[in-house]
Every structure is written in structure tokens, then in C-alpha cells.
């Protein structure tokens, strides 16, 4: 059985990026690519996971790119993940 991209955590909305439990790091730019026949494509490497993830700039300009671990990473080079705050 494969498991869900989604199995480790609930995906980080744009909406919790200001709540207390979602925890801020900044991300990594691995390297920059074009695809026919405009595209361009940052590959990112996520800051909670490390996972290389490949990214069209427009997207993340947009609604930013969600990672498999659940992280949000958006266009100003911050990339956002829900937690659970620690008593």
C-alpha cells in the first residue's frame, strides 16, 4: 500500500501562516530550469523534510507550492508548516 502525500501531516492553507502553531523556516533554491516552452521551474529543497520539490515560478507567485510533508513554500522564499506547540 502506497501511503498519501498528505499521511504525515494536514497541508499548511495560506490562511495559517499567521497562527501560532505554524512554524517559519526558509527555504532553498537547489537550482533554476525552463520547460517548453516558457516555464521556468525552481527546484526547492524543503526545509522540514529536505525533499527536492520542483516548482513553476508562476505557482508559487500564485498560492505558493505545497510539499509532501504538508509545507507551504511561497514566492518570498519562506516556506510555512502547521505544528503542535510543545507545553
Avoid at 27 to 52: K, L, M, N, Q
Avoid at 63 to 77: I, M, T
Wanted: hydrophobic letters at 30%; proline letters at 7%.
Amino acid at each position: 500500500m502506497n501511503p498519501s502525500r498528505f499521511d504525515k501531516a494536514p497541508p499548511t492553507r495560506y490562511a495559517d501562516i499567521n497562527k501560532p502553531e505554524c512554524e517559519t523556516l526558509e527555504y532553498r533554491v537547489v537550482r533554476i530550469g525552463r520547460e517548453h516552452p516558457s516555464s521556468i521551474t525552481w527546484y526547492i529543497e524543503c526545509p522540514f523534510c529536505f525533499a527536492e520539490v520542483k516548482a513553476y515560478l508562476w505557482s508559487l507567485c500564485g498560492g505558493g507550492k505545497q510539499c509532501g510533508c504538508g509545507a507551504l513554500l511561497c514566492s518570498h522564499g519562506d516556506a510555512y508548516k502547521m505544528g503542535i506547540l510543545s507545553a
